[in-house]
Every structure is written in structure tokens, then in C-alpha cells.
């Protein structure tokens, strides 16, 4: 299977149907769903996404992300997020965004990146977007939208800047700028509590060997236009062969698809791994 090279530099930082071939790994998860979070299936950088005739923003980005980093914030920022101790939310001032606003451009069903706490909207890149508006001297606007929209709008100017776990390619890169990579990911595979379809995997070579050897009627959920869809319908302009011989199922949320899983529609997911350890969590409760 190809993998998407990263394009910037990075902060480090889910089977109910049997298979023809079982393929050591200790999943994460005592309840609905077990995440193989040790087999990265892909490696990549996230980034935002700025309309690339504003230079001007992505400099001041690259310039506060650049500042973030070299002070500890930004890790500071990403780790609270992952130990719970983050305590930022965001609410919009108004129903739609005013002349001036930092209008940002999201997915917020994507944790611990964006999502909702009630009404109200946090996570790594809506604070990030935060900051970012603060240090411009503007209000933030967080416009909620399905994660396909969001390059369109960046190109369209109808966001400033994309902010959504969104993964830097070269095919995105003929739409949009994109700023400097802030964090490392990657996807990864999670089943049905008790599948034991992929127990004996220890590599991504070992999952793609299960994978390839299932039927048609064997389905991964994933959420649409992700680098997870991609690398399971397969997308030649992406650099991702994909798996022909299964379906693969595109959910508008990550939570979805898993939601599928656990009551049994689906055989597995393949989405990012911290929003799938964040899901998973929050299932198995």
C-alpha cells in the first residue's frame, strides 16, 4: 500500500465477520471496540489549509506556530488535550460570521482536534484558531461545516484558514496553501470488542494481508474525505491503491462509523488514531 509523503515538518507528538487469514498486538479497549493503535496503517502531517493568495496569513501562521513551538505551548496545548486536563471552549459572539472575523473552517466531530462539549466548541485546533485570531487583533468565527467543504471554502474565501486534522498531500497542495505541519499522525484499524479477525497482526503488511484476503461483503467504515477513506477505496491521485475486494462504507463523522461497528453494520474502521482512542474511550464506557 503507498503511502502520502509529508509535505512540512511536524511536532512530534476498530470485525464481527470472520477472515480466511488471522493475522501480536494489544489492543486498547475492555468495551464495545478495541483500537490497534501500535500498527500505524499511514504516516502523515497535519496542517492548515490558507487560500494561496494570501501569503500574508500563512506567514503570520507560520510565524505564531514557529513562536508556539519554540516556547512549549503548542506541545503544552496538544498534551492537555490528550491527559483531560484542557479546560478551553469557544462559543460563537454571532449566528453568522461579521466583516473582519477570523473565520475558521472545520468538521467538529473529529476529537480531540474539534468537537463539542453542550454548545460549545473546543479541541487543538479551535484553540490554536483562538490564539491565532488573539494575536491578529480579530474575533474568531467557527464555521461547522462537513469536512469535504472545507478546501472549497478556503478557496472560495468563504473561511480564512482550514483547521480540521487535516492532512497535507500534494493533490491538496494544487488547491490550497497549506501552513507548517504542527502534528505527526497516523490511521489506524479498530474492531468489534472480541473480533479476533486481526489478533495475530503485528504490521501494517499483516492487517493489509487480512484485509485483501476478505469478500465483498466485508465492510470498513470511514469517515469522507479522509486519508482513512482513502487508503481503503483507494484514491490514485492520494498515492493509495485502496482494497478492491471490500466495501468501504464513508460516514459524514469518525463517531458514526463507530457507532456502526458497535451495533454490528460494519466490520471495522480505519480513522485517525487519536480521534479513535478518543471515541473508543467514550464507547467502552
Given at each position: ?49 490558507i487560500n ?40 460563537n459572539k ?115 494481508a487480512v ?75
Amino acid at each position: 500500500m503507498k503511502k502520502i509523503l509529508a509535505v512540512a515538518a511536524a511536532v512530534t507528538m476498530s470485525l464481527a465477520m470472520g477472515s480466511l487469514v488471522a493475522c501480536g498486538n494489544n489492543p486498547t479497549g475492555k468495551g464495545g471496540v478495541e483500537v490497534y493503535e501500535s500498527i500505524e496503517l499511514t504516516e502523515e502531517t497535519y496542517a492548515f489549509a490558507i487560500n494561496k493568495e494570501n501569503d500574508a496569513l500563512t506567514e503570520s501562521v507560520n510565524e505564531i506556530l514557529s513562536e508556539m513551538i519554540a516556547d512549549g505551548s503548542l506541545e503544552s496545548l496538544v498534551n492537555s488535550y490528550f491527559d483531560g486536563t484542557a479546560t478551553f471552549t469557544y462559543e460563537n459572539k454571532t449566528s453568522s460570521p461579521a466583516e473582519g472575523d477570523f473565520v475558521v473552517a472545520t468538521n467538529a466531530y473529529f476529537p480531540p482536534f474539534e468537537y463539542y462539549e453542550g454548545n460549545q466548541l473546543t479541541g487543538i485546533d479551535i484553540e490554536i484558531g483562538s490564539i491565532i485570531a488573539n494575536k491578529l487583533g480579530k474575533t474568531l468565527y467557527v464555521a461547522d461545516m462537513d469536512f469535504d467543504a472545507i478546501i472549497p471554502a478556503v478557496m472560495t474565501n468563504q473561511a480564512d484558514i482550514g483547521m480540521a486534522g487535516m492532512t497535507v498531500t500534494d493533490t491538496r497542495l494544487e488547491s490550497v496553501d497549506f501552513a507548517m505541519g504542527y502534528y505527526s499522525s497516523a490511521q489506524v484499524l479498530t474492531v468489534k470488542k472480541g473480533d479476533t479477525t486481526f489478533a495475530d497482526c503485528k504490521t501494517v503488511a499483516d492487517v493489509e494481508a487480512v484485509i485483501a484476503q476478505q469478500t465483498a461483503s466485508f465492510i470498513i467504515g470511514t469517515q469522507n474525505g479522509t486519508t482513512g477513506y482513502m487508503y481503503s477505496a483507494g484514491d490514485a491521485d492520494f498515492g493509495y491503491d485502496g482494497f478492491k475486494n471490500v466495501q468501504t462504507k464513508g460516514y459524514p463523522t469518525g463517531a458514526l462509523a463507530m457507532q456502526d461497528l458497535v451495533n454490528g453494520r460494519i466490520n471495522a474502521v480505519i480513522l485517525d488514531k487519536q480521534p479513535s482512542l478518543m471515541i473508543a474511550k467514550n464507547l467502552n464506557k
